[in-house]
Structures are given as C-alpha cells and as structure tokens.
C-alpha cells in the first residue's frame, strides 16, 4: 500500500492537481485534466522457492482536452515507465503508459 500512496503522491505533483485516481469506480465524477491508474500486474523475481523481490506494474492514463500538454512527458520522464498507446474518446485525449514501481521500503 506504501508503494502505491507514493506512485500517487508523485502523479498528483506531475498534475499539479488532486486529480488523480486509483481505480475509479464508474460513480465517479472525473475532472479533467486528470490521472487514472490501476495495478496491472505484479512482477516476481524468485529464489529458494520464494518471491524475493516483487515490483507492482500499473497503467496510467492521462486525459485531457489539451492535445498539447506536456503531461505525458512529465510521466514518461518517470523511471521504468513506457509509452503505450494514445487515442481520442469523446473529445477528450488519452495517453496511456505503464510503469513499474517498487517505491520505497
């Protein structure tokens, strides 16, 4: 849970709003700009039978109606995180990225 309240806290100051969300449920009304995540997978490293090491990977997607924000280049700047996809929905522009993220200890 740590690791993922940090993940938060970084895509909030990235926004530079509390627009951000961890898997929203659909009664949620979004205010955009804004940052949805959600926890995609969980990578493990293993040895002696056991998981030593676990890294959480999420999906984030900025939206906005700003074709031109500098948004998605703020998160992909953020370490272990690609570039997906993007696309247009209901006028509004969506970049999709994951990113792997262990956080602190």
Request: glycine fraction near 4%; proline fraction near 6%; charge should be negative.
């Amino acid at each position: 849970m740590k690791n993922r309240l940090e993940l938060h806290q970084i895509l909030v100051d990235i926004l530079g709003s509390e627009n951000v969300y961890f898997q929203p449920p659909e009664s949620v009304k979004l205010s955009y700009p804004c940052i949805i995540y959600n926890l995609n997978n969980i990578n493990t490293r293993n040895a002696d039978d056991r998981h030593y090491l676990l890294t959480n990977n999420y999906t984030i997607t900025f939206i906005s109606k700003d074709p031109d924000s500098e948004v998605p280049y703020s998160i992909l700047g953020l370490p272990m995180c690609s570039f997906d996809r993007s696309y247009t929905a209901d006028n509004l522009n969506h970049w999709v990225f994951n990113i792997y993220y262990k956080g602190g200890n």
